[in-house]
Nanobody
Framework: QVQLVESGGGLVQAGGSLRLSCAAS????????MAWFRQAPGNERQFLAT????????YYGDSVRGRFTISRDNAKNTVYLQMNDLKPEDTAVYYC????????????????????WGQGTQVTVSS
């Protein structure tokens, strides 16, 4: 079992940047695929980015590709989401997710691919 805690959300102006962090505890994060999702009011939870257990491969959703970067530091059991050129439509609660995975050979991009979730952190982008 792993526990996930997000931090780093807040209020930022359009065009600005934020870096979210997801601290994992309970088990070694290096054996987990990790991802970021977000959910705006009235919308379904949306896949943003995923990173394989070693950190060697990443994959992004169309809405954030080129603006957001996922990374991880397995020595610190932490996953990051660097968000640049933020837009008002990026306003949402951002969630970190994890799933046990032993290889880097595939990605998980759907909600049901993850069984560990953080509590979320609010990101608000003003225009």
């Amino acid at each position: 079992q792993v526990q996930l805690v997000e931090s780093g959300g807040g209020l930022v102006q359009a065009g600005g940047s934020l870096r979210l962090s997801c601290a994992a505890s309970g088990r070694t994060a290096s054996s987990y695929a990790m991802a970021w999702f977000r959910q705006a009011p009235g919308n379904e939870r949306q896949f943003l980015a995923t990173i394989t257990p070693s950190g060697g491969r990443t994959y992004y959703g169309d809405s954030v590709r080129g603006r957001f970067t996922i990374s991880r530091d397995n020595a610190k059991n932490t996953v990051y989401l660097q968000m640049n050129d933020l837009k008002p439509e990026d306003t949402a609660v951002y969630y970190c997710a994890g799933a046990r995975q032993w290889t880097d050979t595939y990605y998980r991009t759907t909600l049901d691919g993850y069984n560990y979730w953080g509590q979320g952190t609010q990101v608000t982008v003003s225009s």
